[in-house]
């Protein structure tokens, strides 16, 4: 998220958070990086622990040497045996982040999460 909310607009090169799935957290980008991310929930209730080891996903690699299925042949399993007859996919919940700082970024005019 550093580019996407540098001060200089010059800077601002269009960039990207994560999305993510299954967990819910707080981004204040007006914070030195390492100390931007917080309340950091998985959808269960659960909170995350940083001596806790979890398992995650990505479209791209997250790990050196990724192994064992595919995400995207993961993904493509769940979609075939969830969609309804209308080949429909309904999300139970989308997590967006909770934006802290920089509410007056014009890149947020359409922004679906919350604020704070």
């Known amino acids: 998220a550093d580019n996407l ?21 707080t981004i204040d980008p007006t914070k030195p990086l390492g100390s ?11 909170v995350i622990e940083d001596d806790a080891s979890y ?8 790990n050196r040497t ?6 995207w042949d993961i993904i493509a399993d769940y979609l075939r045996a969830e969609r309804d007859d209308n080949m429909v996919i309904n999300l139970p919940k989308v997590n ?4 802290v700082g920089v509410s ?7 922004y679906p999460g919350e604020w704070a």
């Open 96 to 99: 967006n982040p909770k934006v």
């Open 55 to 62: 398992s995650v996903s990505g479209w791209a690699t997250v």
């Open 36 to 46: 931007r991310i917080s309340d950091v929930i998985l959808d269960d209730g659960r």
């Open 66 to 71: 990724p192994d064992g299925r595919l995400l």
């Open 5 to 25: 909310f540098d001060p200089d607009p010059y800077l601002q090169s269009g960039g990207d958070m994560v999305r993510v799935g299954g967990l819910d957290y």
């Open 104 to 110: 007056d970024n014009p890149g947020f005019a359409d």
